[in-house]
Structure formats: structure tokens, C-alpha cells
Nanobody, 131 residues
């Protein structure tokens, strides 16, 4: 059974930082594209960062570009989302997702964040940024 578990959320003041972790069991992240999505109250879920190992490309939404960074801890089968210069509008539940990526896709998953492409999802972790 595949399971993704996010952690690292919490309450932080504007301008602060958080680092989210996504640990996988039942799959190896090496074979998967990784997406970080978020959903704020009353809003649709949006993709903020999506990374494809297939072509080593990364998509950042305009709202987080320059502030958020993805990285991997391969030894721990863990994906990380470093969030700096946080703003109140970053408040949301953050989800990690994985999409099998060991084949050539018409459009790289590192050039967009389309939640329809992702097969596995974590339960989410709350991030709250106070002003």
C-alpha cells in the first residue's frame, strides 16, 4: 500500500519560514514526479511546485517563485518543500502528491502542476501565516 505523509506545517509569522516533509512508503520517489499543492479555505486546490526527475525540470507557480524550493533526501525517501518569506496568503493545507514518471510524457510534469496527473496523495498539513 502506498502512503504519503506530510509534516512540518504550523503557525508562523509573516516573513518566517517553514520546511515541509513528505515521506513515502510503498513507492520510491526516484520513479515519481512530485507535486506540492495547497488549498486555502473557500478556494480550489492549486499546484505550487512540481518536479520531474525524468528531465530534471521544476515548475514554480508565480505566487511562490523565488520563495519556495524543493529538494530531496533520497536516503530517507523524503521530499522537502522549503518555504521562505511566507505571506498570509500562503495560508492553506499543503499536500504532496506523486505521479509515476519513468516514461516519456507528451508534456513534462516539471513544466506544469496538473493534479489530474498525480496518482498518490498525502493527507495534508496545515500552514498558517499570521500578519
Amino acid at each position: 500500500e502506498v502512503q504519503l505523509v506530510e509534516s512540518g506545517g504550523g503557525l508562523v509569522q509573516a516573513g518566517g519560514s517553514l520546511r515541509l516533509s513528505c515521506v513515502a512508503s510503498g513507492l520510491f520517489f526516484d520513479d515519481y514526479a512530485i507535486g506540492w499543492f495547497r488549498q486555502a479555505p473557500g478556494k480550489e486546490r492549486e499546484g505550487v511546485v512540481c518536479f520531474s526527475r525524468n528531465d530534471n525540470s521544476t515548475y514554480y507557480s508565480d505566487s511562490v517563485k523565488g520563495r519556495f524550493t524543493v529538494s530531496s533526501d533520497n536516503a530517507k525517501n523524503t521530499e522537502l518543500l522549503q518555504m521562505n518569506s511566507l505571506k498570509p496568503e500562503d495560508t492553506a493545507v499543503y499536500y504532496c502528491a506523486a505521479a509515476f514518471d519513468r516514461y516519456n510524457r507528451p508534456i513534462s510534469l516539471g513544466t506544469m502542476c496538473s493534479e489530474d496527473e498525480y496518482d498518490y496523495w498525502g493527507q495534508g498539513t496545515q500552514v498558517t501565516v499570521s500578519s
